[in-house]
């Protein structure tokens, strides 16, 4: 099976965020970057489909240089080799601009099976996967919990809300996004890591015609406008008087 | 268990300045001279080059020319030329300017800087050659055949909180290496560890440490001009008490505050944190702080011994730089110039050896010849007993250290004598008279504002640590004597000599009081191992990865 | 116009649709308001949706609309929205708009802005709220290119009972969705329930958390009766969690989960800033703690300081006499 894992570089879950002289972006000086989580376990479900399956996992990754790092990290884990489409722009496009710049890599590669996580960690848009599948002609199916591959096809095991899940047959190729905590992640091992200097980085220019869909206009702190309602009396009386405006005034019961 | 082995031939336990720079050098030899290529491998702990390293700083550049000439076209991260340098003397409410501003301390032709940017960058250089750098891994045992070091074991990965293999279990590997060359730190895990198996100290005066607080401020841009160098002692600290605090204005308003206390202070009570927010909270600082954000906290210690604790640093098959060998210069608070240097004699040291093919201690003897003769004996000799003389006091250490400059360092006792510090802690009956009357211990989030002094918990939040939950605790406590005699005797003093909330005595639900160790709060200072008094603290390193952040720092 | 696309399954809405409404009726401005339902049947879904304020109840039966695929609903709404041609279409960011959504968006090409939740101004020139780095950073994001412009809701940022409720039932018309059956390429069985190994705090609505101020394991009862009383989920803050008095998966903060519940019971907690940046964004947060200067009390929505052992179950008493 040739396998895609779409890999993201997003700030650490630790980042403390700090905006940028015009609010419009973070400032990207002193900030530490990881693999997105989601993605690391859709890394993980590529390399385990591969060992039972057998064939070989790519790593596709978009963004400026830096993201080098997750690139070599998933190398480094077990993949075989990887597309990186460079470009300085592309570290805070969002999900379409991404999806196009990877699709416009990915279209020659005639992949069997491509997975990504459920959503990034910073922007969180929870449509690069899906907007990618139609890019690529493929059928999607996303929040994925469990894949079992057969002839040809595809049994997954999709999440719904309220603990309720679903399985859904697909032909393949198919496009997967993959939820946090399928598995359990491997580590990297120093072998692991001299060998990914060897593999394999295809560096790919972005393609003509990739646009971003949206603009962001302020990035700023959430804030909040309330102030602190004390409530005093006796035990019984506060008690009232909360429940009172939890009811009628917050509507939060 | 089946381990895997690696082999390789030289290993440097340590990514910082020291260990980065014995890469560097080995590289350059191998292309000065060509032969055989070597196999060069690094270990660090942290995620990423950089992320455990913590300093002032003011850094001398004289190592880094010679290092890396073209260190300016290769853009080293040099935040800003020192401008201005200012020393005073604090007391409660004012500040005394010193009269001259005391050689050592004129930072004319230095650089502030941040250690953590130029960590990375240095280990850009070193993985631009092309020499395996693995982040993630630490050092956590030696590789031993008698007195020959052979080489390190990394730490076991997937370790549960119980002791138990988690799923994803990952044996830690054997490296094996020609010669081993430790860059672990102050009080590295396994400089330690040498010390212990090869007695390295006989001989020597004992070691002598400090810890050190800072803190990244983020102030209004016209507030300190960048390249402004502020150096004070005084208050807070008593006469009793080494230290001093120390304000490094880089560009773009940003600040590094730090504070450094001698860890062989006298009261079992003291608390170098809240010793740290008083210093703040003097008019001087706090008017300079005003309006300005907090924006990372750490700590580390510092080896301040000097020349005279330095212990025996080569070895069958090893070597030790940097920090971990207590190359520091205590009386011009300068070490990373040091480190780079005994980093990179102890790389022309390896290739030498390795090429003669004799990595015996006795080959390797050359990497002390190189420490005698050359800058980092020349530099350190003079203030061999600096710090010991602080031992007697802040005057006499004061006029000792003006002797100094002119006697190169002479003294009737010389070397100058001192216990280890973390025996000069006294017990609360020998401090206060009485077991009874140690005054009522003021909580650790009294007296914090949260916007210009913190409380521990709140600060270590923004030294960015963090560490896989699921794992043994990383600090090893090896006797009772928390729940036994330590109460009585010092108070429990581990709770207020780690900066980083630690270690907590809880309630034990059965009216008395345990021991309870907050290990993923731990930002790897080191202070618990050396302070404890009863010396029955040991870090080890917990699983790769976990720690600090220390962004900009 | 903006079209609105509830959200309905086996004849049952998704309440999450009546938020979706008024979110829109605060985006309108002067703009006329769509909801249009989808389904193979759709019950009394389509009668329920017209007692709000909104122009018109569009009914699209199509039986290859049951079961719900991608494909299937991609295609019903694209042909929805080329006969309607709202300028802005609108759903709540459920699982299932987070299948479709998005390949609904790059088949047409237009833009998507999802987990939306705040609106700043109106009609076309609005600009949508939504949060980015899990939370940490709030971004005002104007949507580019030509109309419709597609926006999903974040469930919970708008209230279902802040939609309008019309004077008289708006008119229910059903419209004819093409759909090609050939061309839906997913193949679902039906769903199922299982319970989750592991409990999942981030989707409680309600949560009833303790602090050190619990002060010993067999005090939890007093929480655990709140919680009952309220219809939440128990967590803790870290010490608690150390001590082994509840398991790791029911800490919150900086080492645990993050959620952001519509409300947020302290009890006895001081708030660090570890267990802050775990707790903040939830929308109604009450502190309970006998230290008036605990910086819990800077988060809080509503704050007593008191005795929790009696406050606590005043509170349950109260909440279990209506």
Known sequence: MKIAVCIKQVPTREWQPRLNDDKTWIREQDVSYEMNEPDAYALEEALRLREKHGGEVVVCSAGPARVQQVIREALARGADRALHVEDDGLGAADAFAIADALAGAMAGEKFDLVLTGLQSDDQGHAATGVVLAERLGMPHSTIIMEVQVSDGGLRIKRELEGGWFQWITMPLPALLTIQSGINQLRYATLKGIMAAKKKEITKVPVAAGVERVQQIAALAFPTKSKQTQMIAGSASEAAKELVRRLRDEARAL | MQREQLEVDVLIVGGGPAGLSAALRLAQLQKQQGGEPLAIAVLEKAREAGAHSLSGAVLDPSTLRDLIPDFMAKGAPLAAEVHKDHVYFLTQSSKIPFPIIPPPLQNHGNYIISINRFVQWLASQVEAEGIDFFSGFPGQDILMDGARVLGVRTGDRGIGKHGEQRPNFEPGVDIVAKVTIFCDGVRGNLTKELHRRLQLGAGRQPEQFAVGLKELWELPKDRLAPGTVIHTMGYPLRHEEFGGAFMYAMPEGQLSLGFVVGLDYKDPMFDPHMAFNRFKQHPFVSQLLEGGQMIRYGAKALPEGGWNTIPRVYMDGGLIAGDAGGFMNSMRLKGIHLAMRTGMHAGEAAFEAIRAGDTSAASLKRYQDKIDNGPVKQELYPVRNVHQAFGHGLFPGLMYSGLALVTKGWWIQDPMRAEPGHEEMKTLARYYGSEQAAPAQASNTTLVDRKLTFDKLTNVHFSGTAHDEDQPAHLLVHTEVCHSICGNEYGHPCVRFCPAHVYEMVDDGQGGKRLQINASNCVHCKTCDIMDPYGVITWVPPEGGGGPQYNGM | ?322
Request: net charge neutral; proline share 6%.
């Open chain 3, 1 to 322: 116009m903006i079209l609105v696309i509830a959200e309905q399954r086996e004849g049952k809405l998704n309440r999450a649709s009546l938020e979706t409404i008024a979110a829109a009726q605060q985006l309108a401005g002067s703009m006329p308001i769509k909801v249009a339902v989808l389904g193979a049947t759709t019950g009394s879904v389509p009668a329920d949706l017209a007692s709000a304020s909104v122009a018109e109840v569009l009914v699209g039966e199509h039986p290859a609309l049951q079961p719900y695929t991608p494909d299937g609903f991609v295609m019903a709404v694209q042909a929805l929205i080329e006969q309607q041609k709202p300028q802005i279409v609108a759903l709540p960011h459920t699982y299932q708009t987070r299948d479709f959504a998005p390949q609904l968006a790059a088949r047409m090409r237009r833009a998507l802005i999802t987990d939306v939740t705040g609106i700043k101004g109106s009609g076309a020139t609005a600009s949508f709220s939504r949060p980015m780095f899990q939370g940490k950073l709030t971004a005002d994001v104007n949507p580019r290119g030509d109309a419709p412009h597609i926006v999903t809701f974040q469930i919970g940022a708008f209230r279902a009972d802040a939609m309008q409720k019309g004077s008289s039932a708006a008119p229910v018309t059903k419209v004819d969705v093409a759909i090609d059956a050939s061309k839906i390429r997913q193949k679902p069985e039906a769903p199922f329930q299982e319970a989750k190994a592991a409990v999942d705090l981030s989707q409680a609505e309600r949560i009833v958390a303790v602090g050190r101020g619990i002060k010993s394991q067999d005090n939890l009862a007093i929480a655990e009766k709140l919680a009952k009383a309220l219809g939440a989920e128990v967590a803790a803050s870290r010490p608690i969690c150390d001590n082994g008095w509840l398991p790791m998966e029911r800490q919150i903060g900086s080492s645990g989960q993050t959620v952001a519940p519509k409300l947020y019971v302290a009890l006895g907690i001081s708030g660090a800033i570890q267990h802050l940046v775990g707790m903040k964004g939830s929308r109604t947060i009450v502190a309970i703690n006998k230290d008036a200067d605990a910086p819990i009390f800077e988060v809080a929505d509503y704050g007593i300081v008191g005795d929790l052992f009696e406050i606590a179950p005043a509170l349950t008493t109260e909440l279990e006499k209506s």
